[in-house]
C-alpha cells in the first residue's frame, strides 16, 4: 500500500505537538506514525465525552480541534459518545459522586452533541460510536476480570479519590468502575491515540494504555 498519503512523521509530529502541554510515550506515537507512513493505514484516534448536559462544555473545543488535525493528516477520527459511562459519573475533579442520570437523560443529552461537533469536524470522515456498544454488553464475569487488571491502592492515588479520603468523604463503588470501564473503550475501539481534556485549561493525547498512547495540549 502506497504511503504517499501521509506526510513524513516528522512534519506530522511537529504540527501535531502544536499547543500540547504532554505527550505521553512519545517515541510511541512516533513510532505508530513512522508503522502508518509505511503502510498507508491511518492511526484510530477517539475522543469520549459522556452526554452528562445538553450542550458540550466550551473546553471541549480544544481537544476536537487536535482531533481535527488528527482528521486533516489522513487518520480517521472516532469521536466517541460515552452514553453508558455518563450514567455512572466521571469522578474526577468531583468532591462528591455524581447523582446518577438516567437513559432517557443520557439520550436527550446526547442528541445536541452531533450537531455541536460537526461544526469543528468533516461529518463524512468521521466515525461516530456510543460505548453502550460494549460496555451494556459486558457479563458480570467480564465486569469481574476488567477490575482484576488493576490494584484498589493504584486507584486510590488519584488526586480526586485521594482528597475524598483525606477529608472523610464517601467514595462509592461504581465511581471505582469508571476509570476501568472507560480505559476498556480504548480495546473495543481498536484505537491508537486517545485525545482527552487534562485539565480545563489543557488537553491529553493518550496512547492509550490498553491499545495504544497519550498526548495533552495546551489552550
Not at 459519573?89 to 452531533?114: C, F, H, I, M
Request: hydrophobic share 40%.
Amino acid at each position: 500500500m502506497s504511503s504517499a498519503k501521509f506526510k513524513p512523521v516528522e512534519e506530522q509530529l511537529a504540527y501535531l505537538k502544536k499547543g500540547v502541554a504532554e505527550i505521553i510515550r512519545e517515541e510511541e506515537l512516533k513510532a505508530k506514525l513512522a508503522e502508518s507512513v509505511k503502510t498507508g493505514k491511518p492511526l484510530r484516534v477517539y475522543l469520549g465525552v459522556d452526554p452528562t448536559a445538553p450542550d458540550i462544555h466550551l473546553g471541549h473545543t480544544v481537544v476536537l480541534r487536535k482531533l481535527k488535525q488528527f482528521q486533516d493528516m489522513g487518520h480517521t477520527a472516532v469521536f466517541l459518545i460515552g452514553d453508558f459511562s455518563a450514567m455512572i459519573g466521571d469522578p474526577t475533579g468531583q468532591s462528591e459522586t455524581r447523582p446518577p442520570l438516567t437513559r432517557e437523560q443520557v439520550d436527550a443529552n446526547a442528541k445536541t452533541y452531533l450537531a455541536q461537533v460537526y461544526k469543528i469536524l468533516n461529518r463524512e470522515k468521521t466515525e461516530v460510536r456510543y460505548n453502550s456498544e460494549w460496555l451494556g454488553k459486558l457479563s458480570s464475569t467480564e465486569v469481574v476480570q476488567l477490575c482484576a487488571h488493576y490494584r484498589l491502592a493504584r486507584m486510590l492515588e488519584r488526586e480526586d479519590f485521594r482528597s475524598r479520603l483525606d477529608a472523610n468523604l464517601p467514595i462509592s463503588v461504581h465511581e471505582l468502575l469508571y476509570p476501568l470501564l472507560t480505559a476498556y473503550d480504548a480495546v473495543a475501539l481498536k484505537s491508537d491515540v486517545e485525545l482527552a481534556r487534562q485539565s480545563r485549561n489543557s488537553i491529553c493525547w493518550c496512547i492509550a494504555r490498553f491499545s495504544g498512547s497519550t498526548v495533552c495540549p495546551r489552550r
